[in-house]
């Protein structure tokens, strides 16, 4: 709920700063990539709490950095009955297919025996998600192979996970080289807020009230007619009024070429939240990002 009551705030300043009459999270760009696009490129992954890695350098980014040579391994060591790694694509995609690229072993390769793909909207509770497909269904003759998953409709999601069960799987390991989600009329490709205070240095909280921060954010534009973006930053106080904004046009860079957005803002004493928007143009006040949100 705040970081709704967060995003109208700042959607509110921004409707009185430029003068337009609405605000929407669905853009209404036509010019976008005339190819699928792989939305799940190093974008977050997420596993159970009680689950872990079988070593650091094996983790959930391993599956999402465009190699088939690294791969990612979890252990089946918690005690949930859903063992799985979640991405979250940091947008909500109209997904034409999905790439699963399998260890090039057969002893790797029997981890994913009965594992499911599944998919939502929202970020629900895995075995809440929508299943996709179940990759004792679809497998390859040899090992080491890509399992490609065609949707027999676009289906728009945001969050893509594969997901070991229990019993069906009964080691309930998942290890894979290499995952994509492909994702069709594409204008933007997302990536995640970054926070920088003074110091260059990452933050999750706002912890430094009165230092400068850098709020910034990766887009690929694929989107031709596209000549500006703006991105808008804000602080809170205890009381959820804001105390400083700053709103920045940003130009994006060359078509298919991933560009940092940033800005820069000076957090004022007693500031307990820190938010950020970022929009289509100026003279199209689109929302194509989920809002930041970073609490003191």
């Known amino acids: 709920m705040k970081k709704i009551i967060s995003l109208f705030l700042l959607a509110a300043m921004l409707v009185s700063i430029i003068n337009v009459s609405s605000i929407s999270i669905v853009s209404a760009d036509t010019t976008v990539s005339p190819v699928p696009v792989n939305v799940a490129l190093n974008k977050p992954v997420y596993k159970p709490d009680d689950h872990t890695y079988y070593s650091e350098s094996l983790n959930g980014s391993k599956m999402v950095d465009g190699s088939t040579d690294s791969f990612v391994y979890l252990n089946a060591d918690g005690s949930t009955t859903f063992n799985y790694l979640k991405i979250d694509l940091l947008n909500y995609y109209n997904i034409s297919s999905i790439g699963l690229y399998e260890r090039p072993t057969n002893w790797d390769r029997s981890f994913l025996d009965g594992a499911e793909i599944a998919g939502s909207i929202e970020n629900e509770p895995v075995e809440e998600m929508t299943l996709i497909k179940n990759l004792s269904t679809n497998r390859n003759s040899s090992a080491g192979k890509l399992i490609t998953i065609d949707m027999p409709e676009m289906t728009k999601y945001r969050y893509i996970a594969i997901r070991a069960v229990r019993p069906i799987n009964t ?33 999750k909280n706002i912890s430094n009230a009165g230092g400068a921060y850098s709020v910034s954010i990766p887009v690929t534009n694929y989107n031709t007619a596209r000549t500006d973006y703006v991105l808008i930053a804000g602080t809170y106080d205890t009381d959820g009024m804001m105390t400083e904004i700053v709103c920045a046009k940003v130009l994006p860079g060359a078509i298919g070429t991933e560009t940092i957005l940033s800005t820069s803002i000076v957090v004022p004493p007693g500031t307990k939240k820190l938010s950020a928007v970022l929009i289509e143009s100026l003279n199209n006040a689109l929302m194509i990002a989920d809002s930041l949100n970073l609490a003191q």
């Open 171 to 203: 080691s309930a390991v998942l290890c894979l080289a290499e995952f994509k989600v492909f994702a069709t009329n594409v204008s933007e490709n997302i990536g995640a807020w970054t926070v920088m205070d003074s110091t260059n240095t990452s933050v």
